[in-house]
Every structure is written in structure tokens, then in C-alpha cells.
């Protein structure tokens, strides 16, 4: 006589009472009995869904004992597939296991023999067994929409609430009040309303009863979120929300807060918030600030302290550090004040811009001769396309299929288009365009700051990153360069009119200047 085990699930505590778990039971030892089978252990997983392999201990229980006590030709018995697997990745893995062991699985409909069409029809079930579970999750979906739609709450009862259906009413508000709790969420209103801080609250709820068996966290933080999310949820004035939901509905419940105080609370909630989503823009500093104690990059951060107020300040993204914070326009203003203590000598002027022309130079050749090139290869490509159109038209193919030489004038023509595209890129820089060029590059080098003032905001923070080889930094609210760095290599206490003063010779800086310029 063969061996078998057996294995059942439901999914649901509902299933569960209605006894399916016995009905799959009594099916199966019926099944097994007709057939002669031997059931020598029996697995069940009791409410707990088909997704997932993982969650399911007695699934996995029944695989090891198969691999591990069955011998080859044994069986392990499901009701269907739908009770083994409901995605179609672990009925091909379980498949797998079982067939390297020699154990054949079965329904109480079909026999999954381990051949091709035996692996067939297992996939093809466990593909019908996950489309229904699919449409079953649509359907449910759609079902409890349409029921928050028309005010009921579908979620978990809030603090304040029990769920109608688990306390036995089946018709009725989805929500009762519990009176108990619910008399602590208006208290907690009501101190809010009077302009208490929520850590008081928090230190108030934490040495209630009440709320801690609720909420058994010793962390005063996880305490301060969920009671500034219980102070803004609209559940407490009979307010429907869900995120599938276009728009707010009245909720079929009594309300626990009255609206004059929600709203009352939300004004106050409302008085200072922070803000790390602000735009980058508004800083212009941002990645060029860092901390004059430790180092770290300065951060950004907006404080709302009304609809019309904001501000904005930057700050160390360093936890552990001192957090000197200095606002955006005071940092602004003392960056204008060093770019407009900076500026390059005369002479030295001159040698960079000779240097930028000769650069220009240098490029324009390269430019005119990397065109000469490809005039030459437009040339050569042009010439095979019209000797072959020639051929083509004429008939001298000399045993060539016309298909073929068809296939060498599309190659050509293709590389004719490229090289035409690459021509249009390498365009020779005009001299009213250099000259516009070098003129806007000693505007530059003269007045760092008007040229900053005159650019757009995005334009700003890369002005300064170029200007600044190396990030400013932020101590005691003061903005200052390294020791080390200077503008364009030439700190404001170095610039004088010759050229010999400068230490070029050393770190050689005009070579940033140059970047900076081209």
C-alpha cells in the first residue's frame, strides 16, 4: 500500500468556523481510501493566506517530512491547488522539490504525474488558482470602496472606537464609541485646544491606564506621533477618507470631537511646522556650507510659523554636533560681502586671457580638422553609394543578387546620414562669438558679485562652486573660506598688481580660473 500525506488550509477565521478545514479533512480521507493510499501524517495551515510560502509553517512542515520520510511513488494530497499555492513561482518550486523526491502530488480531481504533461497541467491550475485569487482580491477591493464610499469605515477601529461588525452588529454605524477611550480623546482635544504642548499630553497619556494598554511603547517619540496623528485624524469628527477615495465623505458614526474644536486644534498644530521638501533653489548654499566644527555638510530645513511666514535657514546634518544653524539671508549676505572683497590683478588678467585665446585657437584646429575628416569619409561613402546605384540600374551585377547590393547602398546612405550628424556638432566657433565669449569672461573676472546677482538661482550654487575650489565654512553663524583657499587662487590680502607676487609657481592656480572661464 502507498503512502500519502495530507495538507489543508483555509484562509480566513471565517473559513474556519464554517468548518472547511474538517470538510477538506473527511474529503481527503475518503479520497485516500478509494484509492488504496496509506495516510501517514496529516498538515494544516488555519487562517493564513495562499500568498507566500514563508507564513505558512504548515506547508513548510509538509514538504521536509515528505523529502525526508516518503519514498519515491508516495503521494502528498491537497483538496485542490488553489489550497497548495496561489502564485504560480511556489507551485513551480514546490512542484520541483517534491518531483526531485519522487512524491507525486494529487487533488481529489487530478493525478500530477511527473512528466510534461503532468508539469503542464499543475502550472495550468496553479495559473487559474492565481487568477481567482486575483479577482477575488479586485473584487473585494472594489467592494469595500464602494462601502467606505457610502460612509462606512473599513479599517481598523481608532482609538476611541470599536468596530461594529466584531462587537456582534451586523446593520448600523460601522463604528461604536467606546466611552471609555472615547473620553480620553476629548480631553486630549481639549488640552490642545487650550494651547498645551504635546509633550505634556504625552506625559499625561502615558500614566493612563487606558491609553497604555493600547499602545504598551515605553518610547516617548512613538507616543508623540501617534498622538499628533490622533489630534489630525478626521475619523473623530465622523469623516470619511481613504486613499483610493476622490474625495471626503460623512462617515455613518457619531463624532467624538466637536468641529469648532478640530478645527481649533488644527490652527494651533498648525503654528510651526518644518519643512525638508522646500525646493533647492531656495537654497543657493545648499553642498557649498559645511561645519566649521566637525566638518559635515550643512543641511536645509524651513520653519513654518504661519500660511504667510517661512524660514529658511541651513543647519550641520551632523546629530551629534552643536547644530549652529545660520538662516539663508544671513549667509547670502555674507557670501556677497567675500565675493565683493575678490578680484584678480591686471597683469594677471591679461595672462589668462591670452591663455583662453590661445585655447580658443587650439580648438578651432582641431575642430576644422576633425571636419576635414569626415568630409573626406562623406566623400568616399557618397562615391560607393553612386557606383552602386549605377550597377544596380544598369544590370552589372556580375552574379550579385540585387537584393544584396539593394542592402550596401542603404549602408551607405546610413553612414552618410551619420557623418552629416556629426558635422552638425562640430560647428567652428565664430569670432563674434569668441569675442562675445572673452568679454563676458572679464566681466567676470572684474566683479565676481555683479555677476552673480545677475544670474538665475539655479545658475547660482554652480557660480560658486566654481568660484570656490573648496566648500565655505559655517561656525558660530559666520561664513568664511579655508585659510588655504582663495578666489580664482588670489585671496583678497594677495592681490596686488604684479604677477611675480603671486604663488603660481607653487599650486599653479590660475589653472582653476581657467576652468572657471572656458
Known sequence: ??????????????????????????ALRKYAQELGYSIVQEFRDEGISARGMDQRQGLLDAIEFACRELESGDFFMVFDASRLCRQTSDAEAVYSKLRSHGIVITTTKREYLHNALGRRDWLRDSVEADYDSDAKSE?????????????????????????????????????????????????????????????????????????????????????????????????????????????????????????????????????????????????PLLGLLECGVCGRSYTKTSVNKSTERSYRYYHCGNPKCKKVSISTKSALGQVEVILQGLSVPGPLQADLMRQVRRDVEETVLEISKKRAELEIAKKEAAHLRDSYVESLALGRLDKVRPSLVEELIEREESKIKAIDSELSKLEIPQSEWVEEALRVASVLLCEPLRTWQNLEPIFQTRFLSAIFPSRLQCADGKVQTHRTQTMYGVSASDMTDSVTKHPQRDSNPCRHLERVVS
Do not use: C
Not at 500525506?5 to 484562509?11: A, F, K, L
Open 1 to 26: 500500500m502507498d503512502n500519502a500525506i495530507t495538507y489543508s488550509r483555509v484562509s480566513s477565521k471565517e473559513q474556519l468556523d464554517n468548518n472547511s478545514l474538517s470538510f477538506q479533512g473527511i
Open 139 to 283: 473584487a473585494t477591493v472594489e467592494r469595500m470602496l464602494a462601502r467606505a464610499q457610502g460612509g462606512a469605515f473599513i479599517a481598523r477601529a481608532p482609538f476611541g472606537y470599536l468596530n461594529a461588525k466584531k462587537a456582534g452588529f451586523e446593520s448600523g454605524p460601522s463604528l461604536l464609541i467606546d466611552e471609555t477611550a472615547a473620553e480620553l480623546v476629548r480631553r486630549t482635544f481639549e488640552k490642545a485646544s487650550r494651547g498645551e504642548s504635546i509633550d505634556s499630553i504625552v506625559f499625561w497619556l502615558m500614566n493612563n491606564p487606558v491609553w497604555f494598554s493600547r499602545y504598551k511603547i515605553a518610547n516617548p517619540a512613538t507616543h508623540k506621533k501617534r498622538v499628533r496623528s490622533l489630534l489630525q485624524n478626521r475619523v473623530f469628527i465622523a469623516k470619511n477618507l481613504t486613499k483610493r477615495m476622490e474625495r471626503e465623505v460623512d462617515g455613518d458614526w457619531p463624532a467624538i470631537v466637536d468641529l469648532e474644536v478640530f478645527e481649533q486644534v488644527q490652527r494651533r498644530l498648525s503654528g510651526v511646522t518644518y519643512n525638508r521638501n522646500d525646493d533647492d533653489s531656495l537654497f
